[in-house]
């Protein structure tokens, strides 16, 4: 099966080839169908040449922005905030789906759906884009197990959260930014249904919505 990528705003095919570390006369081998290598559209998706290393390309766009300090997984995630990710209506946007696929418990048509929410799966895509064990699972709450605890949290820490909707307890897991005292502003997917920052109560309402025990976690 041949390997993808789909376009994001700012990217040049230079800027792939040197994320691939392979000349850029390789990917237009591949890709005939591109006749300008300087016009590239946004969310056009291009093969990689056979071999080519896909989650390295990943890193290596996130590392070009990065933060000093900031782990892997939070750059891999501000790069997606930054590329604008959100849920497609109508349709399902790709992105979101790659998200869902890292998730090893939800069937085929929750994988292809942006619809399923996916604030878990996209934890687990950056922690695993960083080379990192995620929980590979859609289940928020897990996350809440998932690791080790984080004693100095910070820009990065794993923020896993019981939501409390009608009586019903379910989860909600992002990335902390900063922690504001009775909120934190965290970098989440799914967070009114994109990739962005959010703030979330530390403990208390939001909207109709509970959030209770925040628990701060990190890879073991």
């Known amino acids: 099966?041949?390997?993808?990528?789909?376009?994001?705003?700012?990217?040049?095919?230079?800027?792939?080839?040197?994320?691939?570390?392979?000349?850029?006369?390789?990917?237009?081998?591949?890709?005939?169908?591109?006749?300008?290598?300087?016009?590239?559209?946004?969310?056009?998706?291009?093969?990689?040449?056979?071999?080519?290393?896909?989650?390295?390309?990943?890193?290596?766009?996130?590392?070009?922005?990065?933060?000093?300090?900031?782990?892997?997984?939070?750059?891999?995630?501000?790069?997606?905030?930054?590329?604008?990710?959100?849920?497609?209506?109508?349709?399902?946007?790709?992105?979101?789906?790659?998200?869902?696929?890292?998730?090893?418990?939800?069937?085929?048509?929750?994988?292809?759906?942006?619809?399923?929410?996916?604030c878990a799966a996209f934890a687990n895509w950056c922690l695993v884009s960083a080379g990192k064990q995620g929980t590979n699972s859609a289940w928020a709450l897990n996350w809440r197990t998932w690791g080790q605890k984080d004693d100095a949290p910070g820009r990065g820490t794993i923020v896993a959260w019981k939501r409390i909707v009608r009586g019903e307890v379910r989860g909600h897991v992002a990335f902390l930014i900063r922690d504001e005292g009775d909120f934190l502003l965290v970098l989440g997917g799914n967070q009114s249904n994109r990739v962005c920052q959010q703030r979330y109560p530390r403990n208390g309402m939001m909207g109709s919505t509970e959030y209770r025990d925040p628990l701060f976690r990190k890879p073991a």
Request: glycine share 10%.
């Open 1 to 118: 099966m041949k390997k993808l990528y789909t376009v994001r705003p700012g990217d040049t095919l230079s800027g792939i080839a040197h994320g691939l570390g392979i000349a850029l006369a390789e990917i237009l081998r591949v890709n005939p169908q591109i006749t300008n290598p300087n016009l590239i559209a946004s969310g056009q998706q291009i093969i990689l040449p056979d071999g080519s290393d896909r989650s390295a390309l990943i890193v290596n766009m996130a590392n070009a922005n990065s933060v000093p300090g900031d782990p892997l997984w939070l750059s891999i995630a501000l790069r997606e905030e930054n590329d604008g990710v959100h849920e497609f209506d109508p349709g399902s946007n790709p992105r979101i789906v790659e998200y869902l696929k890292s998730c090893d418990d939800l069937g085929a048509a929750d994988q292809a759906n942006d619809g399923t929410a996916w």
